[in-house]
């Protein structure tokens, strides 16, 4: 229940004295707030129970004009919030009359966030962050999240809820918290909510991702899928193709893989940006890959032209459409991947982002880390050092074997 009264509100002065300040007092769910108008009255010139100022104040027109003017906007953002799910708190309403930034709720600024994602054409972000934001809203019960209310204990109970409720894994409970650190840290350098109050960091919550198992084909199972005996021009024999492009080139990300035109292709080197964090490359083509354009040829109108079909009829100019696209193609590419998989006799389960995974397995330790932070294209080598401590076991082996050979 939230109702909305002018009245003048009482304060002391240094000096002893009272003045009595003009203002609305906003009321919801029995918290109270106060939008003070910026005038002093005299009780005197103050009708209580008509809530206006007297016609005995030498100003009474425009500080009654001004007192509805207020009161109206007021009473429309109450009656706006009351109609929707996130409703505002008493605080929020007279923060947002004030035009005060300090009203943004963490909703309000997480879906500020998306549409800036989406003006850049990140919509797996978004789609994937969305999903995160409505377990939180889940949590909530859809009601309106203050960042001060984002402390340790908010988060514990979060994840407590995440996995007891919904059957999360730990994995999943961290990405949630990746997203709400993400937000915080944006109201943070906006002055949205004190550096006083950020539940992240030493002595606090920790975001910590569980070791994750990596399993990529040995070279045998490989060769294996390569000796298949495929009819050219079936999807089956398209999906082999574009598995087989991305390992041969260290792994290249399916989304990725879609998007390479002919025009990235020159003088024997392919040239393109990847998709995740930017960065530009330049990789030898391997004779193998040439074979593999081999195929596609007939098919290329022009050098802007994308190599592979999945995009040839996407709306480049909505990254919604591209993105639907792309998923449609690794939903259909990973289905007969299975079938390659059965005719292959390979038990492991087989998908796009198994390729990275099976360059990374077969490179071992045959390459350096340095080398193979180019050719995974990472930011950072410590994240291709971790990367590829998923495929490094020999010396583990070798030590467990000289302690067990007797």
């Known amino acids: 229940m939230a109702t909305l009264k002018a009245m003048l509100h009482p304060k ?11 203002a609305l007092r906003v009321t919801v769910n029995r918290k109270r707030s106060y939008l003070y108008l910026g005038h002093n009255i005299d009780p005197k010139d103050w009708d209580a129970k008509a809530e206006k100022v007297k016609r005995s104040h030498p100003k009474y027109k425009q500080l009654n004009r001004l007192i509805r003017k207020k009161f109206d906007q007021t009473e429309d953002l109450m009656f706006e919030s009351e109609s929707s799910k996130n409703s505002l708190t008493a605080q929020q309403i007279t923060s947002t009359i004030r035009g005060n930034r300090n009203n943004k709720s963490f909703f309000i600024r997480a879906e ?126 398209h999906t082999r193709n574009v598995f087989l492009f991305s390992f041969y080139l260290a792994g290249i990300r399916i989304s990725d893989v879609l998007k390479m035109k002919w025009s990235d292709v020159t003088d024997g080197r392919l040239y393109y940006q990847m998709g995740k964090n930017k960065k530009v490359d330049s990789l030898k083509l391997p004779e193998k890959i040439v074979s593999i354009l081999k195929d596609y040829e007939e098919d290329k109108r022009n050098e802007e032209d994308f190599i592979f079909p999945e995009l040839k009829k996407a709306n480049l100019k909505s990254p919604e459409d591209v993105y639907r696209k792309t998923n449609t193609a690794i ?41 193979l932070q180019k050719l995974y294209r990472h930011s950072h080598l410590t994240t291709t050092i971790g990367y590829q401590g998923n495929f490094i076991h020999k010396d583990a082996d070798d030590a467990l074997d000289s302690v067990l050979n007797f």
């Open 12 to 22: 002391t002065g240094t000096d002893g004295t009272k003045t009595h300040r003009l």
């Open 112 to 237: 500020e966030h998306f549409d800036n994602l989406k003006k850049l054409g990140k919509i797996r972000r978004v789609n994937s962050d969305r999903s995160r934001l409505n377990r939180i809203q889940e949590f909530c019960q859809n009601k309106n999240l203050e960042f001060k209310e984002i402390d340790q204990a908010f988060l514990r109970r979060l994840k407590a809820y995440l996995i007891s409720n919904r059957g999360v894994s730990e994995r999943t409970v961290m990405n949630v918290f990746v997203l709400i650190r993400t937000i915080y840290n944006l109201a943070k350098s906006e002055e949205i909510v004190d550096e006083k109050y950020y539940p992240f960091g030493k002595g606090k919550v920790r975001i910590v991702f569980p070791p994750n198992i990596k399993i990529g084909l040995e070279e045998q199972e490989l060769k294996k899928i390569e000796n298949l005996d495929l009819k050219q021009g079936t999807t089956i024999y």
């Open 331 to 371: 939903s259909k590419f990973n289905k007969y991947l299975k079938k390659i998989a059965q005719l292959a006799d390979i038990d492991k389960k087989i998908t796009n982002h198994i390729a990275r995974h099976t360059f990374g397995n077969i490179a071992g330790d045959k390459i350096s880390p340095q080398m």
